[in-house]
């Protein structure tokens, strides 16, 4: 008996010219990455901007994940709309030069639509999997830099997740608070709450 294929085989030759594209728009790229080239990109397109380089991010691993979505439901109780609390949206800073997508944000107020502006942003959230990032370089740097007040990192380990809770004084993030393995995470004023950090594994 013959079955139909899941996929039709000009969707799957339409993938690969997309794939081949994206590619070749990559490696031919000349210059600086401006904000223009980076809205052209194809939508899905995992990536983030900065001072002119394109950074193409991995897709995230199930634990990755489910951390996020964990940690998105814990920051809902702390706020009265939970749709004030989203993921991974892009934050447009200095001036188009800087965009990034924090696992999870804050907002002061809803709005609609991309990106978004980081003088709405309260709060910016990373989940660092092992083998890491730039959670602790250029990009708290460029959260610190765009004026977001609050920067919260957990970050996973074989024990179980760490936290850390920066609040941006004089221009730079300084911890005020830290949850060991498995732990509790303090949040102070206006959180006035407590992350435990066991429940994101």
């Given at each position: 008996m013959m079955t139909e294929p899941a996929v039709s085989a000009d969707a799957v030759t339409g993938h690969r010219d997309e794939l081949r594209d994206l590619g070749e728009l990559i490696l031919f790229h000349r210059g600086e990455w401006t904000e223009a080239d980076f809205e052209a990109l194809p939508q899905g397109v995992r990536a983030e901007l900065h001072d002119g380089r394109l950074i193409l991010t991995p897709s995230p691993n199930s634990e990755h994940i489910r951390a996020a979505k964990r940690l998105e439901r814990f920051l809902e109780r702390f706020v009265e709309d939970d749709s004030l609390v989203l993921r991974e949206?892009?934050?447009?800073?200095?001036?188009?030069?800087?965009?990034?997508?924090?696992?999870?944000?804050?907002?002061?107020?809803?709005?609609?639509?991309?990106?978004?502006?980081?003088?709405?942003?309260?709060?910016?959230?990373?989940?660092?999997?092992?083998?890491?990032?730039?959670?602790?370089?250029?990009?708290?740097?460029?959260?610190?830099?765009?004026?977001?007040?609050?920067?919260?990192?957990?970050?996973?380990?074989?024990?179980?997740?760490?936290?850390?809770?920066?609040?941006?004084?004089?221009?730079?993030?300084?911890?005020?608070?830290?949850?060991?393995?498995a732990g509790r995470l303090d949040l102070p004023d206006p959180f006035n709450a407590t992350i435990e950090l066991r429940e994101l594994s």
């Open positions: 949206l892009d934050v447009r800073m200095a001036g188009g030069r800087r965009y990034r997508a924090p696992d999870v944000m804050v907002l002061h107020e809803w709005r609609r639509g991309r990106p978004m502006d980081p003088a709405n942003v309260i709060l910016v959230g990373e989940v660092i999997s092992p083998g890491g990032g730039d959670e602790y370089g250029e990009k708290m740097t460029a959260y610190a830099e765009s004026g977001i007040e609050w920067y919260l990192i957990v970050q996973e380990t074989p024990a179980g997740f760490t936290g850390e809770f920066y609040r941006l004084t004089d221009g730079a993030y300084q911890l005020v608070s830290r949850g060991e393995p």
